[in-house]
């Protein structure tokens, strides 16, 4: 897990694996910060709470 900056904000990186199994625990962590998945060492997707959106 490491925090990547976004546009200016902090982005948390998981992997995939281990939020699979954590789904709570994801959901929680996305309404507070942006959030890269990753699989295999690649990122391949971001999470993001409403809250975190301009719209």
């Not at 992997?15 to 309404?31: H, M, P, Q, V, W």
Request: glycine share 10%.
């Amino acid at each position: 897990m490491g925090l990547k900056g976004c546009f200016g904000r902090a982005m948390r990186t998981l992997s995939a694996r281990d939020e699979k199994y954590n789904f709570g625990r994801l959901i929680d962590t996305a309404r507070a910060v942006r959030i890269t998945l990753e699989k295999y060492v690649r990122a391949f997707v971001a999470v993001l709470g409403l809250r975190n959106t301009s719209g």
